[in-house]
């Protein structure tokens, strides 16, 4: 209706499209007089989040799957009718490489971090020295109270370097994608700085705090979902559910202006769209270049966010002469390999394979070595299928190869995130009020915690418009 307020998103990612959805279920469901659109810049929705189907395949370019322990996301599923496609990883060892060998990760870690020594104890993973200096957690003092600090600093103060290079740092960089002695601690794990805090040992805090598992013989319980057709059917069916006319797709949003007590958004087509309230759900750049006129902005111009590629690879089963029993491994900085991590898809997805095939993906582009992501094709499959070679003892080339890039897909939060986050945040109360930030930029870039930060905009747009 003419009358109605406006309500505009930016970005359709998962967080703008949930931001999308729950909106307009509360509209509908209080039957609200607000209007709700959403502009993307691209021609599909969904973001990073990108499936392929191909010769009986199915796999993942972006993410391939969500963490079971947080809710949001297969709550999201569940909403849009997607329930009975919630799939569960296939459990089994995983392996690290270290030098030129793959070693089994120590069982009771956490994060690398070990809950049980007797695995720690007798782990080839580390040197006699290593695991003496990791066990020096025990006895050292808690670390002074900081308001943040590097991972890296915080995990090397505790456990060593060893500990930090050989574990710790390809698990958090898998994650995260960035240099564990850039990226800041409160805006990653604050829970460890609070374990260090109040039980002095990491150890001992997290043997108090991580429920303990039964023993049984019972496969170890998986810990991700993911959807039977691919991450990309959650986009397409929360796309479905959307009310004609709320999808602006193919124009980016290129300029805000406050305009009394409601905003004009400068569209790329030359249009002007009108809000009263506005998710911002783009990356942090992209919320820089649209209020560029807002020096309390360029904290987000400084923000970097780094770059990978992940190489996807199918094969006959009888290619691979070295087949290792378990999920896949990441690869410790103390080898001499480019990638980075690679996974068993066919054994952590066995639905994404058809029978006697294998598919592995791997990624590539560390701290320091991110030109490989600019390299061609050729390239890439090249340096992977080198390392891979090296490992699994593979004799026939690939069935096909998909390379997909990723160029400042993973926003870096790098030390004093949180409180660079609040003061802008608290600027825009003040200048731009009704304006919300939302998304992987700024309070964590797992899929759950993106759903998480769209729920909680609907909320905040809410209460701005019933003030
Ligand atoms: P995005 O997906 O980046 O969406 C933002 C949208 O905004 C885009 O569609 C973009 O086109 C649009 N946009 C940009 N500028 C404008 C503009 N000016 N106007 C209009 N629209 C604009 N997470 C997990 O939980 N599990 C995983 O296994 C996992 N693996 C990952 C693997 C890779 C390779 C990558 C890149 C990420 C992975 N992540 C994983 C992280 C997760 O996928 C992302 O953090 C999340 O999907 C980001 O969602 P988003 O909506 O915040 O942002």
Redo the contacts with the bound molecule.
């Keep these: 209706m003419a009358n109605d307020k406006q309500i505009v998103i930016?970005?359709?990612?998962?967080?703008?499209?949930t931001a999308a959805y729950y909106l307009q279920k509360q509209i509908d469901e209080q039957q609200l007089p607000y209007q709700v659109r959403l502009?993307?810049?691209?021609d599909r929705?969904?973001?990073?989040?990108k499936s392929v189907k191909k010769d009986g395949y199915t796999f993942e370019?972006?993410?391939?799957?969500?963490?079971i322990r947080k809710p949001s996301a297969a709550k999201l599923a569940k909403e849009v009718g997607l329930e009975d496609q919630l799939i569960k990883n296939g459990t089994g060892q995983s392996y690290i490489l270290v030098g030129d060998k793959l070693h089994k990760m120590p069982s009771g870690s956490f994060m690398g971090i070990p809950t049980q020594v007797r695995p720690f104890l007798f782990s080839s993973v580390f040197s006699t020295k290593g695991k003496l200096t990791a066990g020096l957690d025990l006895i050292k003092p808690k670390g002074k109270q900081a308001s943040d600090q590097s991972l890296g600093l915080f995990f090397r103060r505790r456990f060593g370097d060893e500990l930090v290079e050989n574990l710790v740092e390809p698990l958090l960089s898998g994650i995260y994608a960035g240099d564990i002695d850039n990226l800041s601690l409160m805006a990653t794990f604050p829970n460890f700085y609070e374990l260090e805090q109040e039980h002095r040992s990491l150890v001992k805090g997290l043997r108090k705090t991580v429920p303990k598992k039964k023993k049984t013989k019972d496969k170890k319980p998986s810990m991700f979902y993911s959807l039977e057709n691919g991450l990309e059917s959650l986009v397409d069916a929360v796309e479905r559910r959307l009310k004609n006319g709320t999808l602006i797709k193919g124009?980016?949003?290129?300029h805000i202006e406050r305009k009394n007590e409601s905003y004009h958004l400068l569209l790329g087509s030359g249009e002007v769209l009108k809000a009263d309230t506005i998710v911002m759900?783009?990356?942090h750049f992209?919320a820089q270049?649209?209020l560029s006129q807002y020096d309390f902005m360029d904290p987000f111009k400084e923000m970097s966010a780094t770059s990978?590629a992940?190489v996807t690879l199918a094969f006959d089963a009888s290619a691979i002469k070295k087949d290792f029993n378990g999920t896949g491994f990441v690869v410790s900085r103390n080898s001499d390999y480019r990638i980075t991590a690679c996974t068993w898809t066919h054994k952590k997805w066995p639905k994404s394979t058809p029978d006697g095939k294998v598919l592995l993906r791997c990624y590539v582009g560390r701290p320091g070595d991110e030109q490989v992501v600019d390299l061609p094709d050729e390239t890439v499959v090249d340096i992977v299928m080198k390392d891979l070679k090296k490992i699994m003892d593979i004799t026939e080339a690939p069935e096909f190869t998909v390379v997909?890039r990723?160029k400042n897909?993973?926003p870096q939060y790098s030390v004093g995130h949180k409180d660079r986050l609040n003061q802008v945040r608290d600027h825009m109360r003040e200048t731009l009020p009704g304006v919300f930030l939302?998304?992987?930029?700024y309070e964590g870039?797992?899929?759950?915690?993106?759903i998480d930060?769209g729920e909680e905009a609907v909320d905040k747009v809410l209460a701005f418009l019933s003030a």
């Design positions: 930016i970005g359709g990612g998962i967080t703008g499209l502009v993307e810049a691209s929705l969904g973001g990073k989040i370019r972006g993410p391939d799957s969500f963490l124009v980016s949003v290129d759900a783009a990356p992209a270049r649209m990978v992940n997909s990723w897909a993973m939302a998304g992987s930029s870039i797992g899929i759950p915690d993106c930060q």
